[in-house]
């Protein structure tokens, strides 16, 4: 996941951050993917990503997240990558501070 957030950010500096993700799907697919922040189990923000095939076959997903809606508090980023055959999660921690 890009950015490769520090594990502390400032909620004043937050605003809105960019997230980029990449994969390399299998032939003749075209999965789609989401970022979720949670915190515990409840899901705080979610954005639908925004695909862009490369001429090398990979696809790059963009969005953003606008951190600086959350109160300060531990949350858990999470991208979920999906096709019909299955899909795939990705998490990192961080924390917003004040």
Same mark, same amino acid.
């Given at each position: 996941? *890009?950015?490769?957030?520090?594990?502390?950010? %400032? !909620?004043? =500096? =937050?605003?809105? &951050?960019?997230?980029?993700? #990449? @994969?390399?799907?299998? +032939?003749? #697919?075209?999965?789609?993917?989401? &970022?979720?922040?949670?915190?515990?189990?409840?899901?705080?923000? =979610? %954005?639908?990503? &925004? @695909? $862009?095939? $490369?001429? #090398?076959?990979?696809?790059?997903?963009?969005? /953003?997240? !606008?951190?600086?809606?959350? +109160?300060?508090?531990? *949350? #858990?980023?999470?991208? $979920?990558?999906?096709?019909?055959?299955?899909? /795939? $999660?990705?998490? =990192?921690?961080?924390?917003?501070?004040?």
């Amino acid at each position: 996941m *890009y950015p490769a957030l520090s594990p502390r950010i %400032s !909620r004043a =500096a =937050a605003g809105a &951050v960019g997230v980029l993700a #990449t @994969a390399r799907p299998a +032939p003749g #697919t075209s999965p789609e993917a989401q &970022v979720e922040v949670l915190q515990g189990s409840a899901t705080r923000l =979610a %954005s639908r990503l &925004v @695909a $862009t095939r $490369t001429s #090398t076959g990979l696809i790059q997903w963009s969005g /953003v997240l !606008r951190l600086g809606e959350l +109160p300060p508090g531990d *949350y #858990t980023l999470r991208l $979920t990558a999906s096709d019909p055959s299955g899909l /795939v $999660t990705r998490q =990192a921690q961080l924390a917003i501070e004040p």
